[in-house]
C-alpha cells in the first residue's frame, strides 16, 4: 500500500517532467478509448433504432405467408402463390387458443384518382381487424367496421403519404369520393403516419377497405378467396411462439401436408426478424468497434515508444535509484505504474471525448446514438490493460540494468 | 532499533559511539569492517578477458577514513563497485560485517547496499528535477521506514550536512558543493556504516572540496563512519588515515599516516566556512 503510494507519487512525477510529452502519448489512448465509445454509440444507437422500426410493424405480431422461404427444389418465395384462403385465416382464429386476433388482406397496386389528382399506390383490402392488429389509429375520421365488410361497402381509410398527395394542404379528405379502378370510394378516415419499414417501404402510401370490397368491386375474380397474408396477434406475448405452433399444425392438417412434405405456407414473427437485424446491427457494431480498438492498440504502441525512450533517457538515474537500494521489481513497478497512469489518465480522457462526440454526432448528423455505462467502463478499463501490456516490456528492460553501467551511462 | 540519524550527527563525538548500542558497528570495532581476500575480477571484453583485480587482499576497520589512489584503469572503480555490492568479484571473498558477498543475490546485495553502504559519486548523480529533500529520501522509501518518518529523517539529515532552508531546491538550483551535500545526505540517512565516495570531489573548487572534506571527516569522526574514496588529488589522500595505491589490479602500497589537516581544523566544520 505504502509502495504503491510512494511509486504512483514518483510516477506522477516522471510524467510532470515532460508534460508535453505525456500529453502526446496520451492523445493516442484518448483518441483510441474516444473512438470505441463514440463508435460502440453509434452502433447501438442505430440498433435501437431499428428496433423501434420493427417495433413499427406492430409489436407481438405473427405472420402467416404463403409459399416456404426456406425449401429446396422450385418453390417461390413469401407471397408467390396463393395457397392461404379467408377460410384458413377463419380457422386459426375459431381453432388456435393461443391466437387474439386474426387479419387478412390482399394488396394490389392500383391508380386512386381525386378530382385532376391521380396517385399510384399499394390498395389493400384488409379486414377490419387490421387496425387492431397493427396498433395503427386514424388521425381523421375512423377506420370501417365489421358492418362495412360484410355488405362489401366502398369506403376507404387513406394513408398519410397517399392523403398528402391527393389533397392539397387545407383540404379535408374525409367525405370526400375517390376513383379507384373507376369504382367511387367514400374516404371515411386518414391514418397516422407509420414511416418506412425497414427494408425502405412506405407503410403510409396505401389505401384500406374491406377486404370483401376489394375482392369484388377492385381486385378481379381471379384467386378468389385467397389472401396475401394473415396477420396474427398472440392472446399473450409470451405465448407468440405457442401461437405460431398451433397455426403451422391447423394448416399443415388443412393443406394435407405429409410429414415427409415442407409446409407451403411460412409463419414468421416480428421477434424474429427483430433478431436478425439485431445481429446485423452486432456485426456492424464490431465491425467498428475492432476499427477503433486498433486506435487503441496503436496508442498502446506509443506508450511502449515513449516508455523505452524514457528508460533510455533516466538509465542513470535508475542506476541511482539501484545503488541506493531499490530491487529490479520496485523499477519494474515503477515504469509498470507510469504507463498504467498513462493509459488510464488518456482513457479517462478519451471516455469523456467519446461521449461528447457521441453527442456531438447525433446533435450534428442526427445519427441516433447511446452511450453505455458498460462500454464507457470496458474502453476504460481495456485501456488500463493496454498500460500494463505496453509498458510491461520497457519495465522489464529498466529492471534488468545491471546498476554499474547504468550509474555511468552518460 | 536504531536511533534517528540526526541523534548521531548532532551529537558530540565522545560518547556517539558509546550510544550505538546493538548496531553492527559496535560489534565489529574488533574485527574489521571489511576484509577482502585474494579478490579477482575478469571481465570478457569481446575475446579479450582483462583482469581488472588481480588478487587483492586487505582488511578496513570501522571507523578508518581510507583512501584509494591509483591511475585509471588500476582496477580502482571495480574494486569499489565490490565493495559497494555493485558488482560481484569473478575469485575470492569480500566480507562486510562477516557476511560474504558473492553468495548473495541481486536482490540481497539491493538491500545491503540500502542499509549498510551510502554511495557518493563525482558527479554527484541527483535525481534531475526532483527536490533535495525527496532526493534525501529516496533510500528510505527502498527501506522499510514508514512512510511517516521519512520526512522528518530526511530533513535531519540535511540539517545535519548544514542545507537547512534549501530542502525544496532543485539539483539544478545548488551549487556544486550544496549539491554533493545533498549527495552525502542521502548516502548517510540510513544511516549506513560504509561509505564509499568516488571522486568526492572532482567537480568542485579548491575551498569548496576543503568544506566536503572537512564534512566528510566530521562524519568519519563524529559517527565512527568508515569512509573508503577514491581520489586522484594527493590534497585530498591527505585527509585519510590510511592510502591504498592501486596499480594494474593489485595493491602496491598500503601507508598508515597522520592526519596532516588537523582535527581542530576539521571541528569548525562546514557550518562555520562560508557556504
Known sequence: MKLLRMTLRAALRALRRNKMRSALTMLGIIIGVGAVIAMVSIGQGADAAVQQQIRSLGTDLLMVVPGATTASGAR???????????????????DCPAVAEVTYFRRQVAQVVYGDQNWSTVVQGATPSYFKVREWPVTDGQVYGPRDEETANRVAVLGRTVADQLFGPGQDPVGTIIRIKNVPFRVIGVLEPKGQTMWGQDQDDAVLMPYSTAERRVLGAELLGTVDMIHVTATDRDRLDEAGQQITALLRERHRIQHDQTDDFTVRSLNDMAEASKSASQVMTNLLLSVASISLLVGGIGIMNILLVSVTERTREIGIRMA???????????????????????GLAGAI?????????????????LVSPAAVAGAFLFSGAVGVFFGFYPARQASRLDPITALRYE | MRPPFSAHVLRCNDDSTNLQVGTPREDTMNSPLIRVHDLWKIYALGDVEVEALRGVTLDIQAGQLVAIMGASGSGKSTFMNILGCLDRPTRGTYQLHGTDISGLTADERATLRNREVGFVFQ????????????????PLYYGDTPLAEQRPRALAALAAVGL?????????????????RVAIARALVTQPSLLLADEPTGNLDSETSREIMQLVRRLNREQHLTVVLVTHEVDISAWADRVITFRDGRVVSDVQQEMRHGDAQSRRGPEAAPA
Open chain 1, 76 to 94: 417461390s418465395g413469401w407471397g408467390g402463390v396463393s395457397t392461404l384462403t379467408t377460410a384458413d385465416a377463419a380457422a386459426i382464429k375459431r
Open chain 1, 324 to 346: 541506493v537500494g531499490a530491487k529490479s521489481r520496485h523499477i519494474l513497478f515503477q515504469f509498470l505504474v507510469e504507463a498504467m497512469t498513462l493509459s488510464m489518465v488518456g
Open chain 1, 353 to 369: 471525448l467519446g461521449v461528447i462526440s457521441a453527442g456531438l454526432i447525433s446533435h450534428l448528423a442526427a445519427w441516433p446514438t
Open chain 2, 123 to 138: 558527479s554527484f548523480n541527483l535525481i534531475a528535477r526532483t527536490s533535495a529533500v525527496e532526493n534525501v529520501e529516496l
Open chain 2, 164 to 180: 537547512a532552508g534549501r530542502e525544496h531546491h532543485l539539483p539544478n538550483q545548488l551549487s556544486g558543493g550544496q549539491q554533493q
